[in-house]
C-alpha cells in the first residue's frame, strides 16, 4: 500500500519560487510513476509534471522552463522545484503514483489528469500579485 504526503505548499508573491515535496511510503509493483498535478475550483485538473521509476521526466508543456521534477540518488520521493511563479499557479497541488505504469504509462497518465493510482491530500499554493 503506497502513501503519498504532501509539503510545501503557502502563500507567496509573484516572481518568487516554491519547492512542493511527495513524501513517498509503501511499495510499488512493477514499474511505476510518480506525478504532480493541480486543481483550481471551478477548472479541469491539470497534469504539472511526472517522473517515471527509470528518471524519466515529463512536464507539461506550458510550464518547461519554471518546473522542474527531481529526486534524490536511489529515492523514490520527488520534489516539484516552481519558480517565477504567478497568479495563475495558484491552486491545491496533489502528487500521485501508480505501480505497473512505465514511461509511456507515465506521461500519458501526467496529459489526460486521470484520476486513477493512490492520491496525496494535496498542499495548497497561493500566487498573489
Known amino acids: 500500500q503506497v502513501r503519498l504526503v504532501e509539503s510545501g505548499g503557502g502563500s507567496v508573491q509573484t516572481g518568487d519560487s516554491l519547492r512542493l515535496t511527495c513524501r513517498v511510503s509503501?511499495?510499488?509493483?512493477?514499474?511505476?510513476?510518480v506525478a504532480w498535478f493541480r486543481q483550481v475550483p471551478g477548472k479541469e485538473r491539470e497534469g504539472v509534471g511526472s517522473i517515471g521509476h527509470k528518471g524519466d521526466i515529463s512536464i507539461a508543456e506550458q510550464l518547461q522552463g519554471r518546473f522542474t521534477i527531481s529526486r534524490g540518488r536511489g529515492q523514490v520521493s520527488p520534489w516539484l522545484q516552481m519558480n517565477n511563479l504567478s497568479p495563475g499557479d495558484s491552486g491545491m497541488y496533489y502528487c500521485?503514483?501508480?505501480?505497473?505504469?512505465?514511461?509511456?504509462?507515465?506521461?500519458?497518465?501526467?496529459?489526460?489528469?486521470?484520476?486513477?493510482?493512490?492520491w496525496g491530500q494535496g498542499t495548497q499554493v497561493t500566487v498573489s500579485s
Open positions: 509503501g511499495s510499488f509493483y512493477g514499474p511505476y510513476c
Open positions: 500521485a503514483a501508480r505501480s505497473y505504469c512505465d514511461s509511456d504509462c507515465c506521461s500519458t497518465w501526467r496529459r489526460t489528469s486521470a484520476r486513477t493510482g493512490t
